[in-house]
Antibody, heavy 122, light 108 residues
Framework: EVQLVESGGGLVQPGGSLRLSCAAS????????MSWVRQAPGKGLEWVAN????????YYVDSVKGRFTISRDNAKNSLYLQMNSLRAEDTAVYYC???????????????WGQGTLVTVSS | AIRMTQSPSSFSASTGDRVTITCRAS??????LAWYQQKPGKAPKLLIY???TLQSGVPSRFSGSGSGTDFTLTISCLQSEDFATYYC??????????FGQGTKLEIK
C-alpha cells in the first residue's frame, strides 16, 4: 500500500525557517517525480514544487523561488521541503504527492499525504 | 502560466441528480488534465486523469471529457458521499502545474 506521511509543520514567526519531511512507503520511491502542493486555510490548491527521481531537476512556483528548496533522499525514501524567509501568506497545509507515471513529470498526482499545517505568525 | 477556470464555483444538488462541472484552460492543454475530489479536512483524491481516464477504484458514475481548452467532469447519479469540492489541474505546461479554483458541491 502506497503511503505518504508528512511531518515538520508548526508555528513559525515571519522570516523564520521550517523543514518539512515526507516519508514514503509501498512503492519504489526512486522511480517517481514527487511534488509539494499547499492549501491556504479555506482556499484552493496551489502546486509548490517538483523534483525528479534523482534530484537533478527541480521546479518551483514563482512565489517561493529563492526561499524554498525541495530535496529528496532516495536511500531513506524521503522527500523534503526547506522553507526559509517565511511569510504570512505561506500559511497553509502542505501536502506531498506522487506524480503518477514513473519517470514522467507531466502526469497527475495519484497519491497524497495527509498534510502538515504550517502557520506563519508573530 | 496557464490559468484554469472552473464553473460554477459552487452549487447545490440532490442525491440522484446528474451534475456537470466545467473547467476551461487559458490555452490548449491537449488532454493533460486531471480531476480531484476533496472532502473537508482530507487530502485531495485523484478521480480522473488524461481528461477522461478513470483512476482505479473510482466509481463509474464519474466521467470526464474534453480536450484542448474545455473539459467537463460529470457525476451521473449523485450519491451522498459525492458532496465535496472538486478541482481540475493541468499538467501540460509546467512550471507551474495549475489548479482551478475549485467547485464546491453541496446538498440541496
Amino acid at each position: 500500500e502506497v503511503q505518504l506521511v508528512e511531518s515538520g509543520g508548526g508555528l513559525v514567526q515571519p522570516g523564520g525557517s521550517l523543514r518539512l519531511s515526507c516519508a514514503a512507503s509501498g512503492f519504489t520511491f526512486s522511480s517517481y517525480w514527487m511534488s509539494w502542493v499547499r492549501q491556504a486555510p479555506g482556499k484552493g490548491l496551489e502546486w509548490v514544487a517538483n523534483i525528479k527521481q534523482d534530484g537533478s531537476e527541480k521546479y518551483y512556483v514563482d512565489s517561493v523561488k529563492g526561499r524554498f528548496t525541495i530535496s529528496r533522499d532516495n536511500a531513506k525514501n524521503s522527500l523534503y521541503l526547506q522553507m526559509n524567509s517565511l511569510r504570512a501568506e505561506d500559511t497553509a497545509v502542505y501536502y506531498c504527492a506522487r506524480v503518477m507515471n514513473p519517470g514522467i513529470a507531466a502526469a497527475a498526482l495519484d497519491y497524497w499525504g495527509q498534510g502538515t499545517l504550517v502557520t506563519v505568525s508573530s | 502560466a496557464i490559468r484554469m477556470t472552473q464553473s460554477p464555483s459552487s452549487f447545490s444538488a440532490s442525491t440522484g441528480d446528474r451534475v456537470t462541472i466545467t473547467c476551461r484552460a487559458s490555452q490548449g492543454i491537449s488532454s493533460y488534465l486531471a480531476w480531484y475530489q476533496q472532502k473537508p479536512g482530507k487530502a485531495p483524491k485523484l478521480l480522473i486523469y488524461a481528461a477522461s481516464t478513470l483512476q482505479s477504484g473510482v466509481p463509474s458514475r464519474f466521467s470526464g471529457s474534453g480536450s484542448g481548452t474545455d473539459f467537463t467532469l460529470t457525476i451521473s447519479c449523485l450519491q451522498s458521499e459525492d458532496f465535496a469540492t472538486y478541482y481540475c489541474q493541468q499538467y501540460y505546461s509546467y512550471p507551474p502545474y495549475t489548479f482551478g479554483q475549485g467547485t464546491k458541491l453541496e446538498i440541496k
